[in-house]
Each structure stands twice: as structure tokens, then as C-alpha cells.
């Protein structure tokens, strides 16, 4: 057990999935938690379902916390940071998941004496899947960062100057699943299967697929190998996507992701 007191600001999907993964894991117990969202039927569902405590208003949550989550938007930083600032203590441990923001950035809003851990989490921590990016400039810190986040999935250890490339590998990754997802499904009802019929062939390949590829000792090429016979089905698939360029144009989608989240970071 973590044994701080954590402060959520901010509840939404990543807040809650994190949340859901520090106490499903007993990495917190609910009475060490403590919940904040300007959406107030957001809290009463929090509370609710989790047991845990909310929050009045930004101050009290800071107060009654060593670790703040912050779970907002980045855009919603600025104006927080007026509010918060005044509470802050030099003890105060600030957790960030905010896609774009630097820790020098979050220094600049909070001071510069305070303490952070950067990280940036994905979409799979509302069902404990996640893979997690966490960066801190201080050993104990680091430590604490991949306790809380080994709650909703795996974590990884990296410098910040990474963290571009992990926002739009793992953080954005999710969509483009879903965009395959989505595709194929199309693709199914084109071909004259039901929508449920084509959502149960297409998911249901994509979970057996990732399953596949995360408990096989072999590298994604190598199981693509194996399915795709001379002359086959799947050749003649895999052949259309490389004439039309598909690597090229995947490499060319990341490298935009990268480049946005950068300039996010600038503000
Ligand atoms: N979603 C992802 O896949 C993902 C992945 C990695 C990192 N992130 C990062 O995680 C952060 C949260 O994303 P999310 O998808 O969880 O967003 P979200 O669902 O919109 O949740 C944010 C919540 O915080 C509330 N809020 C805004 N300002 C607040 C304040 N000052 N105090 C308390 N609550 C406040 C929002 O209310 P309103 O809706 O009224 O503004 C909303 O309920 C973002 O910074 C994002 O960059 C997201």
C-alpha cells in the first residue's frame, strides 16, 4: 500500500481508470482518497461507486493531499494552477498525465520548487491494460509514479524527451485500433453480414490477435508470416496494402502525431 493521501483533479476516463486501478490493486484504500471534478453528478458517481471521498473545491483537495493527480484537460492547466498554487507545499508530489505538457511547463504554472512525475498512460487504464510512460527527476518520486500507475497496466521507465513519441505510439495507439476495427467491420457489412455479425468476427480477431502477439515469444512480422500462405488470401490482402504504400502512409500518420504533440507542448 502507497499509505498518501491521493487527490484526483479531475475525474473523467483516465482519472477514473487510474483511480479503479490504484484501489482494485490495493495500492490505496478508499479512505485515502479523495476526488475532485467540476462536474459535481460525476462526483456523486465516484463517490458512489467507489467509496471514496470528494472534494468542495480545488483547495480543499490539495489540502487534504500528498499526491495530486492531475486528470484535466490541458487546457483547463492554466486556470487550475491559479487556484492550486496557493496550497501547494514543498511535500506536495504533483502527478501529471497531461498529453503535450513538460514538467518544466507544469513548474512554470505550480513553481519551481515543486515535485512531478510526468506520465502518459493510455486508454486501456479504464480496464486495467494500460501501458504507462513515467518520468521523474527524483528517484522516490519515479518509484511512487510506477507504484500508482502499475494499477492500471504495465509501466515504463523513460526520459522525457520520449514522451513526444510515446503520446502518439501508445497514448493515441488505441485509435488506430479502433480505426482497423472500424474498417474491417465496414468491410463485413459490405459483404453482406449483419452489423452484428461483422462487430463479433472483426473484435473478437483484433482480441485474438493482440493476445497472440502479447503472450508469443515471436515478433508480430514473424506471426503475420505464418498466416499469410503463397498465393493466399491473405497475400493478396497484405500485397494490396503495400502497393498503396500502407507503411509509408502508417509512418507518415505517427511522425503527425509526434509533431502535433509537440506543438501542444508549446501551448
Ligand atoms: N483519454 C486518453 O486516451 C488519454 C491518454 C493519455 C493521457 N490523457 C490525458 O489525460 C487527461 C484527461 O483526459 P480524459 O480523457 O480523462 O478527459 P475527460 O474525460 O474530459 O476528464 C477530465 C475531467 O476533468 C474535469 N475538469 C476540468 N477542469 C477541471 C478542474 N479545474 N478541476 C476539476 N475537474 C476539472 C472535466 O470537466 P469538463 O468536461 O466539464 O471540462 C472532466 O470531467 C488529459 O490531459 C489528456 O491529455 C488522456
Same mark, same amino acid.
Given at each position: 500500500?502507497?499509505?498518501?493521501?491521493?487527490?484526483?483533479?479531475?475525474?473523467?476516463?483516465?482519472?477514473?481508470?487510474?483511480?479503479?486501478?490504484?484501489?482494485?490493486?490495493?495500492?490505496?484504500?478508499?479512505?485515502?482518497? &479523495?476526488?475532485?471534478?467540476?462536474?459535481?453528478?460525476?462526483?456523486?458517481?465516484?463517490?458512489?461507486?467507489?467509496?471514496?471521498?470528494?472534494?468542495? !473545491?480545488?483547495?480543499?483537495?490539495?489540502?487534504?493531499?500528498?499526491?495530486?493527480?492531475?486528470?484535466?484537460?490541458?487546457? *483547463?492547466?492554466?486556470?487550475?494552477?491559479?487556484?492550486?498554487?496557493? !496550497?501547494?507545499?514543498?511535500?506536495?508530489?504533483?502527478?501529471?498525465?497531461?498529453?503535450?505538457?513538460?514538467?518544466?511547463?507544469?513548474?512554470?504554472? @505550480?513553481?519551481?520548487?515543486?515535485?512531478?512525475? &510526468?506520465?502518459?498512460?493510455?486508454?486501456?487504464?479504464?480496464?486495467?491494460?494500460?501501458?504507462?510512460?513515467?518520468?521523474?527527476?527524483?528517484?522516490?518520486?519515479?518509484?511512487?509514479?510506477?507504484?500508482?500507475?502499475?494499477?492500471?497496466?504495465?509501466?515504463?521507465?523513460?526520459?522525457?524527451?520520449?514522451? *513526444?513519441?510515446?503520446?502518439? /505510439?501508445?497514448?493515441?495507439?488505441?485509435?488506430?485500433? @479502433?480505426?482497423?476495427?472500424?474498417?474491417?467491420?465496414?468491410?463485413?457489412?459490405?459483404?453482406?453480414?449483419?452489423?452484428?455479425?461483422?462487430?463479433? /468476427?472483426?473484435?473478437?480477431?483484433?482480441?485474438?490477435?493482440?493476445?497472440?502477439?502479447?503472450?508469443?515469444?515471436?515478433?508480430?512480422?514473424?506471426? &503475420?508470416?505464418?498466416?499469410?500462405?503463397?498465393?493466399?488470401?491473405?497475400?493478396?490482402?497484405?500485397?494490396?496494402?503495400?502497393?498503396?504504400? @500502407?507503411?509509408?502512409? @502508417?509512418? &507518415?500518420?505517427?511522425? !503527425?502525431?509526434?509533431?502535433?504533440?509537440?506543438?501542444?507542448?508549446?501551448?
Amino acid at each position: 500500500m502507497l499509505r498518501k493521501k491521493i487527490g484526483f483533479l479531475g475525474c473523467g476516463n483516465m482519472g477514473k481508470g487510474i483511480l479503479a486501478g490504484l484501489l482494485g490493486k490495493r495500492i490505496a484504500s478508499p479512505g485515502d482518497i &479523495r476526488v475532485y471534478d467540476v462536474i459535481p453528478e460525476k462526483l456523486v458517481r465516484i463517490k458512489r461507486q467507489f467509496k471514496v471521498k470528494t472534494a468542495a !473545491n480545488m483547495g480543499e483537495l490539495v489540502k487534504h493531499s500528498d499526491i495530486v493527480v492531475l486528470a484535466i484537460k490541458p487546457q *483547463d492547466l492554466s486556470a487550475a494552477s491559479r487556484e492550486i498554487r496557493p !496550497n501547494l507545499k514543498a511535500t506536495h508530489l504533483l502527478v501529471t498525465i497531461l498529453a503535450g505538457v513538460s514538467i518544466k511547463r507544469i513548474r512554470k504554472e @505550480f513553481g519551481s520548487h515543486v515535485r512531478v512525475v &510526468r506520465a502518459m498512460p493510455n486508454l486501456g487504464a479504464t480496464i486495467g491494460e494500460a501501458v504507462t510512460a513515467v518520468t521523474s527527476s527524483r528517484k522516490s518520486d519515479l518509484k511512487t509514479g510506477n507504484h500508482i500507475f502499475s494499477g492500471c497496466g504495465a509501466v515504463l521507465n523513460l526520459p522525457e524527451k520520449y514522451f *513526444d513519441a510515446v503520446t502518439a /505510439l501508445s497514448g493515441s495507439g488505441p485509435a488506430y485500433f @479502433f480505426h482497423l476495427i472500424e474498417l474491417m467491420e465496414k468491410e463485413a457489412v459490405r459483404l453482406g453480414l449483419s452489423e452484428s455479425q461483422a462487430r463479433l /468476427l472483426v473484435k473478437q480477431t483484433a482480441k485474438g490477435a493482440a493476445l497472440l502477439a502479447c503472450h508469443s515469444e515471436e515478433p508480430a512480422s514473424i506471426l &503475420r508470416q505464418r498466416v499469410t500462405s503463397k498465393g493466399g488470401t491473405t497475400e493478396a490482402a497484405l500485397n494490396t496494402l503495400a502497393k498503396g504504400n @500502407f507503411p509509408g502512409l @502508417f509512418g &507518415r500518420a505517427i511522425s !503527425n502525431a509526434v509533431k502535433r504533440a509537440k506543438e501542444l507542448g508549446r501551448g
